[in-house]
């Protein structure tokens, strides 16, 4: 799991094109894209992921007041990976 704040991260795209905004970006979906990133609205600030061979990714975001409040990115592996290692990048654009 790697999650930042939701009021911050309000956007999300990724290189297959797909721009989300807000509430657009549903609680968890499976990815299709090679690489995604969360970033603020004005792209000021961004934290990317990419998809990894043998490994599922996952986005989401979710924002309950006074419950909630996280964006991000999720790998789901499979029990016989006994290594992973994966990057997340970070940009002040």
């Known amino acids: 799991m790697n999650e930042q704040g939701a009021d911050f991260f309000r ?16 609680s968890w979906e499976k990815m299709q894209a090679k690489e995604a990133r969360f970033s603020d609205i004005q792209n000021r600030l961004s934290f990317e992921a990419a998809s990894v061979t043998g490994a599922s990714l996952y986005l989401g975001r979710e ?11 999720a ?19």
């Open 75 to 93: 790998y789901s592996i499979p029990p016989d990976i006994d290594i992973f290692k994966y990057a997340i990048k970070i940009r002040a654009i």
């Open 11 to 26: 956007k999300y795209t990724d290189t297959d094109g797909l721009t989300l905004i807000g509430d657009q970006i549903p």
């Open 63 to 73: 924002k309950f007041k006074g419950h909630l409040a996280w964006a991000g990115f």
